[in-house]
């Protein structure tokens, strides 16, 4: 069967400065947390890997251009690097890094594709994170200092603003489990940190309309248990409704209140924050969760191995802990391969958010691609993006007013603490010469971007 799709429905692929872009230490250009992060903890990044290089965008910006406009794009989402554009993230503005973004948003709009720019995509610059980072105020004086920056330097090309790319895992992981940075594992510190990207969004939100990306995953109970369904709903408050409803209503779901203030985790004083509609949800989806009670401890692991036989794990004390689908498809990095729960999160989301316009701002799939012979043969990234984006179709033809896809990504890249093993890329890196080389789900994006039409597998 061949569903299509609207003809000013937005096609396009992901990427974020730290993970593309390589030259942090050129043109100006200053230390992020994670330029830190890499060097004093190798071992916490799969084979000691660094984004020093990455994809070297920065310097061949002009041809992945090209490759965007070969690979039928009607847009791009990518993200501005913060310590690019004030290396002290404030005060003096670093006019080499304008530069290039700018030539980029010219050079994107001259092929009609149309920039979706995120403000902050976790390269926080590093003498604000050794200042406090998130858990400081003054940091969000600082973000609308750039944010405001980039919307007057900027904004006369770019109609799609983010202010944040998944502010749930800038918390959870950065404060909570510490697999990033900063590296802490403490629980205050995570609600704090939480509560200032919050902020920061909708004072950015203020100076000009905005969207937000939130990671995204359904929570099912492990079992029918009336346990395991109270779980599976602490789970779903502290992974999506914590930030979803304080996008939407600018305050906090008092299920979570009550939870954290019986945690011991609430302040003395109320944490307010500005009412601001974004301009537009951008979801990030990947994988849905499965909970069930009885979390002895707080613990955390990511498969950053891509050895199928090794479990990502995730318990909060008191909370939950997360466990593996016994009939669920997995991939080798222990994400479940769930289509059909995008359609149901759409569908949520819209409810929830009504006459908000709705993107998919990230989905994608890592695999321990190949090259052979010259060519790529990912197939299995095929049958993934095709079966989500028919749960996308889906969801539309339900009400969810979608108005893009994105996939993650562009081009494979630096994978955090995965370095480049997963790679997610509709181009594949050879990360010695940097020579890109379209897999075989490029050739058939480009097809499905400039119909609007897929065939339903």
Not at 19 to 30: K, Y
Not at 128 to 150: H, I, K, M, R
Request: aromatic residues 12%.
């Amino acid at each position: 069967m061949k569903i299509t799709f609207p003809n000013d429905f937005h096609w396009g692929s992901a990427t974020a400065a730290l993970q593309v872009e390589g030259a942090t230490d050129i043109d100006g250009r200053g230390a992020s947390v994670w330029d830190e992060f890499c060097a004093r903890n190798p071992a916490k990044i799969f084979q000691a890997a660094t984004p020093e290089r990455a994809c070297e965008h920065y310097y061949r910006w002009e041809e992945d251009v090209e490759w965007m406009a070969t690979l039928g794009h009607t847009s791009y989402r990518f993200s501005i690097s913060w310590p690019r554009l004030f290396p002290d993230g404030k005060g003096a503005l670093n006019s080499r890094g304008v530069d290039f973004y700018s030539r980029l948003i010219d050079r994107l709009l001259q092929h009609g594709i149309e920039p979706n720019v995120t403000l902050y995509h976790w390269d926080i610059p590093l003498p604000l994170a050794q200042q406090g980072g998130w858990e400081n105020s003054e940091t969000v004086s600082a973000f609308l200092e750039y944010a405001d920056t980039c919307y007057r330097l900027l904004g006369d090309r770019v109609k799609l603003w983010s202010t944040i790319n998944e502010p749930a895992w800038t918390t959870l992981n950065g404060y909570l489990t510490g697999l990033h940075p900063p590296g802490k594992t403490d629980r205050k510190a995570a609600l704090l940190a939480a509560h200032h990207l919050l902020v920061a969004h909708h004072e950015a939100c203020a100076i000009t309309p905005s969207g937000i990306a939130l990671n995204l995953s359904p929570v099912y109970p492990a079992t029918s248990s009336q346990a395991d369904t109270e779980a599976a709903r602490r789970a779903d408050l502290i992974l999506n409704e914590w930030f979803l409803e304080a996008v939407i209503r600018g305050s906090y779901p008092n299920e979570l209140v009550k939870l954290y203030d019986t945690l011991g985790l609430m302040p003395e004083s109320p944490w307010p924050l500005r009412r601001t509609e974004p301009s537009f949800l951008g979801i990030n989806y990947y994988y849905p969760h499965h909970a069930r009670a009885g979390a002895a401890g707080t613990t955390f692991h990511i498969n950053n191995t891509g050895n199928p036989q090794e479990d990502c794990k995730f318990s909060l004390e008191g909370c939950f802990e997360l466990v593996k689908n016994p009939k669920g498809r997995y991939t080798d990095w222990a994400w479940e391969i769930d289509p059909e729960t995008l359609t149901t999160l759409l569908q949520r989301v819209a409810r929830q958010a009504p006459g908000i316009d709705l993107y998919v701002t990230e989905n994608g799939i890592g695999l321990p691609d190949r090259l052979e012979n010259g060519e790529v043969d990912d197939q299995p990234r095929i049958d993934f993006v095709s079966q989500h984006l028919v749960a996308v179709h889906q969801a539309m033809e339900n009400g969810a007013p979608v108005k893009g896809y994105y996939m993650w990504s562009l081009m494979d890249n630096f994978s955090w603490i995965n370095g480049y093993k997963n790679r997610y890329g509709f181009l594949y890196l050879d990360s010695e010469t940097m020579k890109r080389t379209p897999k075989k789900s490029a050739h058939w994006f480009a097809d499905i971007a400039r119909s609007g039409c897929l065939n339903s597998p």
